[in-house]
């Protein structure tokens, strides 16, 4: 009876994680009525707009959502995003975004369309890190990330 407590209680217990990354590749523009519903709608959502095939193929490429939470207060937050790409080498390139001290949660969106997902290539490996007032709280990578 004590373990199952604890088990249930260990489970209740808030999850540390500071951090959410959630990925979506836009392929290609066309709908199919047989695809998931929710990738359909995911794909409606990034091509809302782009109206000439011009312009959709502009929003092909990848995107990254990320989703933090951090309940401490007094700094500035960033939430940095590095990446390689299969055509930049080893190269890696950065995108930040700030946030105010106040802020205790927020949502962050990085993508590499356009022209730098057609130049640069698919990205290989990525790493996410939220900052306060310069001290990394928290980090998600992929799995080739070194």
Request: overall charge positive.
């Amino acid at each position: 009876m004590l373990v199952a407590l604890s088990a249930v209680l260990a489970s209740c217990a808030g999850d540390s994680r500071k951090l959410e990354v959630k990925q979506f590749v836009l392929r290609d523009a066309g709908s199919d009525f047989n695809e998931d519903p929710m990738i359909r709608g995911e794909k409606t959502r990034r091509l809302y707009g782009a109206v000439g095939v011009k312009e959709q193929a502009q929003r092909l490429g990848q995107y990254y959502t990320v989703l933090w939470r951090d309940e401490s207060v007094g700094a500035p937050v960033e939430v940095v995003f590095d990446y390689q790409q299969g055509g930049s080498g080893s190269r890696i390139k950065r995108s930040v975004q700030k946030f105010p001290a106040t802020a205790t949660f927020g949502k962050a969106e990085f993508n590499v369309i356009g022209d730098h997902y057609t130049k640069g290539g698919k990205v290989l490996a990525w790493k996410v890190s939220l900052l306060r007032g310069g001290q990394v709280l928290d980090t998600r990578k992929s799995y080739l990330w070194q």
